[in-house]
């Protein structure tokens, strides 16, 4: 299986604040690397898919790099709503995997 | 709309089965795959497999071979997941979810979600 690995586990930040999340596959991924975010008791949303690309709705703060093994999600500007856990996941191969999340907490 | 409305909560004894069902609106539903993906208590996400709602064929997470049945029905556009042999540690929110397929694969949207406990 490919395992993905997110740090950091937890982050506190402002509203405000430009924070990074990455995100590292175990082996070479191509571009199958989307970014889901959860809040609590509710289904998880698709951020960003295929490394870069804002899924329609998304506010243009959310964007997505990366390449092969190492991915960032950044958020340029923080909204209150934007408190939540952030997944990474690889669809390269199966079984698909997760991140084991990052939550981001307001400071 | 794009919409994947899911079963009610489930209460289970331990060696049980527990059925759920996933049915699909607003989308040709023969042409999206669908996942089951669980979370249990404060944890993160657990994908446990695919299935082609045309012809039905199926992936399963080797975690869950055995245990996991996927299957569905065109005629009322539903996707069912069984999980036998419960135990405590399937207690878990059981997500379904459509597959996308462009220019990588994503999971979009996703249903409510389906609590399932496991308990004596």
């Known amino acids: 299986d490919i395992q993905m690995t997110q740090s950091p586990s937890s982050l506190s930040a402002s509203v405000g604040d430009r924070i990074t999340i990455t995100c590292r596959a175990s082996?070479?991924?191509?571009?199958?690397l989307n970014w889901y975010q959860q809040k609590p008791g509710k289904a998880p949303k698709v951020l960003i898919y295929a490394v870069s690309n804002l899924q329609s709705g998304v506010p243009s703060r959310f964007s997505g790099s990366g390449s092969a093994t190492d991915f960032t999600l950044t958020i340029s500007s923080l909204q209150p709503e934007d408190f939540a856990t952030y997944y990474c996941?690889?669809?390269?191969?199966?079984?698909?995997?997760f991140g084991q999340g990052t939550k981001l907490e307001i400071k | 709309q794009v919409h994947l409305a899911q079963s009610g909560a489930e209460v289970k004894n331990p060696g049980a089965s527990v059925e759920l069902s996933c049915k699909a609106s607003g989308y040709t539903f023969t042409n999206y795959h669908i996942h089951w993906v669980r979370q249990a208590p404060g944890q993160g996400l657990e994908w446990m497999g695919i299935?082609?709602?045309?012809?039905?064929?199926?992936d399963y997470a080797p975690k869950f071979q055995g245990r996991v049945t996927m299957t569905s029905d065109t005629s009322t556009s539903t996707i069912y997941m069984k999980l036998s042999g419960l135990r405590s540690e399937d207690t878990a929110l059981y997500f379904c979810a459509r597959d996308v397929v462009g220019n990588g694969e994503w999971f979009d949207p996703w249903g409510q979600g389906t609590q399932v406990t496991v308990s004596s």
């Open positions: 996941q690889q669809t390269y191969d199966s079984p698909r995997t």
């Open positions: 082996q070479t991924i191509g571009t199958f």
């Open positions: 299935i082609n709602p045309s012809g039905g064929r199926t």
